[in-house]
């Protein structure tokens, strides 16, 4: 049981480059979530879903788009990177409502030069 | 919007004795969940306390436990017996109302001194 795993680890992009992160769970977790994480800001929602198919937005949605296309994968895409997208980035997934507690991936490091 | 607070960026503590972690939060809820994440430098988020708002008792996990004020909005954890493996960034959260993704503080960095 691998728990949220995702890919890459570590990324560095040029300016207007794009890519996609991904985020898999084999805990058959109905939400999936993904945050950004900068020093001295704690973490910030990007976006989120609560089940197959369905995407919606949290406190920082500039400049990404998800696709959660499979209910054991949660896509995270950047179109043209920008520096300021340089960030740690978590992937998470729940049971059900965040009640029952968020479980997080190992984190992708992305640096935008 | 929802609002998790952390106060103190910083704290230290001495191997062996205890420390407390401050969080406040505002909510118009009654039944809510609050968490506890720890964050090594490995990166890697831990879940360390989960506490239900309609239970009155404080929940406790090994050496961690909650002082948990309803009325205050007050979260705060204690760890007891400090270990050099609590030294870690620690993260109060709250998921709002329903289904409300986790809103995270700002964090405290907690180092333990041998």
């Known amino acids: 049981n691998a728990g949220v795993t995702q890919t890459p680890k570590f990324r560095v992009l040029k300016t207007g480059q794009s890519m996609t992160l991904l985020c898999a769970q084999d805990m058959n977790h109905e939400y999936m979530y993904w945050y950004r994480q900068d020093p001295g800001m704690g973490l910030r929602l990007i976006h989120y879903s609560v089940g197959e198919g369905t995407t919606a937005k949290g406190e920082v949605p500039d400049g990404y788009n998800v696709s959660r296309l499979k209910k054991q994968n949660f896509l995270l895409g950047l179109e043209s990177a920008a520096p300021s997208q340089t960030s740690v980035y978590f992937c998470a997934s729940s049971l059900g409502s965040p009640g029952f507690g968020q479980y997080f991936g190992p984190g992708t490091r992305l640096t935008v030069t | 919007a929802q609002t998790v607070t952390q106060s103190q960026p910083e704290m230290s503590v001495q191997e062996a004795e205890t420390v407390t972690l401050s969080c406040t939060y505002d909510t118009s809820e009654s039944d809510y969940y609050l968490f506890w994440y720890k964050q090594p430098p490995s990166r890697q988020m831990i879940l360390v306390i989960r506490?239900?708002?309609?239970?009155?008792q404080n929940a406790t996990e090994n050496r961690f436990s909650v002082n948990f004020q309803k009325a205050a909005k007050s979260f705060s954890l204690k760890i007891s017996d400090s270990q050099l493996g609590d030294a870690a960034m620690y993260f109060c959260?709250?998921?709002?109302?329903?289904?409300?993704?986790?809103?995270f503080g700002k964090g405290t960095r907690l180092s333990v001194i041998a």
């Open positions: 506490q239900e708002a309609y239970k009155q």
């Open positions: 959260a709250y998921p709002g109302s329903g289904n409300t993704p986790l809103v």
